[in-house]
């Protein structure tokens, strides 16, 4: 995955875990439900691997979503986690690392294994996940096909040269409803749970557009150590100018450093991305287990690939 830190709001809370030091391989492992006093664990993992997560959004994607967390356990000490979430009946899958000292030895594989059994009694269907190259032949396996690249971007963002255009409004209250039903027709699935809090912690940073009178297009960004992550971003097909939300997302405050993720069939930001001349740093494979992909063309920018 791509750099994908500080904590803003709350403590983060004590694993009531830690790290054996002297794995004997030969002893039982066990699988349990990850609780919220894990995921100070679950984020050393993610910094470990250098994704640049910040710790409030791995604990507001184990808020969004009551269920899919798994914690691997040897001898009462944590290895590795996963994290499924879903929206409606569409799942997700993301955050599956494993200490190094007990890869390849089959830990990913049940872990992924143990997550895709829960979503079948909970009736989850598709499930997606980006997969780094080496992890394809994995997932190929277990029954998942490629889709596309998965793009992520990062560079500069340059001042807009004009003002922000009238038709481009600060997401209020009074909208939200309207924009979940515009989120939940382009995106496929109700996902308030997960864009609410990031309505409520970064409202600066949050904004819609409007066309004819009818909402076109909405983003949504977060603060990260030195730059800003924007995602979820998205923008109906019919919309004349699809990059007025992110030219003018900081204005007026001159330019700043972006990172997002996109599908590569949304041609539109690609092209964005490569007038703007931010380069793409990393790219992974989407993949899927179920029906068809959903369209990705209104979606501009991912909220993230383990969250959708």
């Known amino acids: 995955m791509a750099p994908w830190e500080s904590e803003k709001t709350n403590p983060k809370p004590k694993s009531k875990l830690e790290p054996n030091p002297n794995p004997n391989p030969n002893q039982e492992f066990s699988i349990n439900p990850l609780i919220e006093a894990d995921l ?53 899958i993301g ?36 997969a780094v190259e080496r992890a394809v032949p994995l997932y190929r396996t277990l029954g998942f096909q ?42 496929g699935g109700n996902r308030e749970t997960l864009l609410l809090p ?19 297009g909405y983003i949504m960004a977060i603060e990260r150590q030195g730059y800003y992550k924007i995602g979820p971003w998205i923008v109906d097909p019919d919309e004349p100018e699809p990059d007025l939300l992110s030219r003018y997302l900081f204005s007026p405050n001159g330019s700043h450093e972006i990172y997002l993720g996109v599908l590569e069939q949304n041609h539109r930001t690609v092209q964005i991305m490569e007038d703007l001349q931010i380069p ?11 029906s068809p992909h959903p369209d990705p063309s209104s979606i501009m920018a991912l909220a993230g690939p383990d969250r959708g």
Request: aromatic share 14%.
């Open 95 to 130: 955050n599956l690392i494993v200490e190094s000292k007990f890869r390849n030895q089959g830990m990913g594989t049940r872990l992924l294994q143990h997550l895709l059994d829960y979503f079948h009694q909970h009736h989850i269907s598709p499930v997606m996940l980006d």
């Open 40 to 92: 100070e664990y679950a984020w050393s993992l993610t910094q470990q691997e250098q994704w640049g997560l910040v710790f409030e959004e791995l604990s507001d994607l184990f808020h969004c979503y009551s269920g899919g967390k798994f914690l691997c356990t040897h001898l009462d000490s944590p290895i590795a986690t996963i994290f499924g979430t879903a929206y409606d009946t569409m799942g997700f």
């Open 280 to 290: 793409c740093i990393f790219s992974s494979i989407r993949m899927i287990l179920g």
């Open 198 to 216: 990031i309505f409520q912690k970064y409202p600066q940073l949050c904004f819609y557009l409007t066309h004819k009178g009818k909402i076109s």
């Open 146 to 187: 490629e889709v596309c690249r998965s793009l992520r971007y990062r560079g500069i963002l340059p001042a807009p040269l004009n003002i922000k255009p009238d038709r481009m409004h600060p997401i209020t209250e009074v909208v939200w409803k309207d924009l979940m039903e515009f989120d939940k027709h382009h995106f």
